[in-house]
Antibody
Framework: QVQLVQSGAEVVKPGASVKVSCKAS????????LHWVRQAPGEGLEWMGW????????NSAQKFQGWVTMTRDTSTNTASLELNRLRSDDTAVYYC?????????????WGQGTLVTVSS | EIVMTQSPATLSVSPGERATLSCRAS??????LAWYQQKPGQAPRLLIF???TRATGIPARFSGSGSGTEFTLTISSLQSEDFALYYC??????????FGPGTKVDIK
């Protein structure tokens, strides 16, 4: 069965960086785009961007460009989200979510979420 | 940029009653709209895509309708497990995707 298993919760200081991973199983990793979506405490869902695990190509919302990096490792079927220069308002649960195929842009499977807390 | 709005913010419904949730896009998204359900502490779950197609395993009491800028999610007879947050998401303006702010369905 399809599973997306994310890395554990992180507590980081303002200005620091963190990397969240998303390990896929149960399907062909390179056959589906992977997206990242975040949710601040008590808030709604915010789409961040996507990666094509086949090519490594990415696309992201403008507010995340320049400080967020999405990568993948096809040898381990893992996608990663690196967040740099973190601020307190980046505190959120970060989800990876699978596109229903290569560019339909809605999501059929989600990871369990990774809480990133930015606090001094 | 397409902005999504949802109404009402909170909908109080008794078990067994019908719930009607609305989602509006600031410009036409055709039928490129999905609905998700999210329960506390859980990841969202896909309910509806292409505005009206139920995802695999979703009960028939969930139905979606609309096109263009106005969309509706209807839950025909609310069950206890349906009390949750519901989000719409447009995927017409890719690669820029957007969610609505959500509607909370709670017990009346």
């Amino acid at each position: 069965q399809v599973q997306l298993v994310q890395s554990g919760a992180e507590v980081v200081k303002p200005g620091a960086s963190v990397k969240v991973s998303c390990k896929a199983s149960g399907y062909t990793f390179t056959g589906y785009y992977l997206h990242w979506v975040r949710q601040a405490p008590g808030e709604g869902l915010e789409w961040m961007g996507w990666i094509d695990p086949n090519s490594g190509g990415t696309n992201s919302a403008q507010k995340f460009q320049g400080w967020v990096t999405m990568t993948r490792d096809t040898s381990t079927n893992t996608a990663s989200l690196e967040l740099n220069r973190l601020r307190s308002d980046d505190t959120a649960v970060y989800y990876c979510a699978r596109d229903v195929d290569r560019g339909s842009f809605y999501f059929d499977y989600w990871g369990q979420g990774t809480l990133v807390t930015v606090s001094s | 940029e397409i902005v999504m709005t949802q109404s009402p913010a909170t909908l109080s419904v008794s078990p067994g009653e019908r719930a009607t949730l609305s989602c509006r896009a600031s410009q036409s998204v055709s039928s490129n709209l999905a609905w998700y359900q999210q329960k506390p502490g859980q990841a969202p779950r896909l309910l509806i895509f292409h505005a009206s197609t139920r995802a695999t395993g979703i009960p028939a009491r969930f139905s979606g309708s609309g096109s263009g800028t106005e969309f509706t999610l209807t839950i025909s007879s609310l069950q206890s497990e349906d009390f949750a947050l519901y989000y719409c998401q447009q995927y017409s303006n890719w690669p820029l995707l957007a969610f609505g702010p959500g509607t909370k369905v709670d017990i009346k």
